[in-house]
């Protein structure tokens, strides 16, 4: 019985340490949190999605020159569009599509445009793939999911944005 006890401990301490990501930390996030978007810093009510595997952002107004009526042949070329938040502050943003994925969703199927974007949380600016797409019927203009958080930051549902305790 000894030795089992030794070896679940072992284990352990094994996985603590394992999961300690070489000394990274990792923050502390709530389910909704407020980040601020692009040279302009807009200031956003994000909502945290873990089910979503990419960031979604409110985005009108789409326009490619030159564009193709097939959305891949898009890539590598720039999209300008407007975004606004939840308080309908609004800014013009240009980016190269790096993307387009398919999103399944309520309304079924959809091609996006994914674009890379400097999005900043507690002083500390991340650029992150973001996928565009028309939010305005949506409480939360932007969606943050698993690819902002993976290896930056952890959820914890009860957590309050800063501000809002």
Known sequence: ??????????ASVVWMVASQGHGMTKSIVGPVEHLTLG???VRYLARIDTGAATTSLHAVNVRISDSSARASDNIGKVVRFT????????????????????????????SRYVVEL?????GHT?????????????????LLGRNWLSGHHLVDVDRRPAGEE
Request: aromatic content about 4%; charged content about 25%.
């Open 1 to 10: 019985m000894a030795r089992f006890i030794q070896a679940i401990v072992l």
């Open 39 to 41: 040279k302009a810093s």
């Open 83 to 110: 975004s606004r938040n939840e308080l309908g502050q609004a800014q013009s943003l240009a980016a190269v599509v790096v993307d387009v994925i398919r999103v399944r969703n309520a309304q079924g199927t959809e």
């Open 118 to 122: 400097p999005l900043t949380f507690n």
């Open 126 to 142: 991340r650029e992150v793939r973001v996928n565009l797409r028309d939010r305005s019927r949506m409480k939360y203009k932007l």
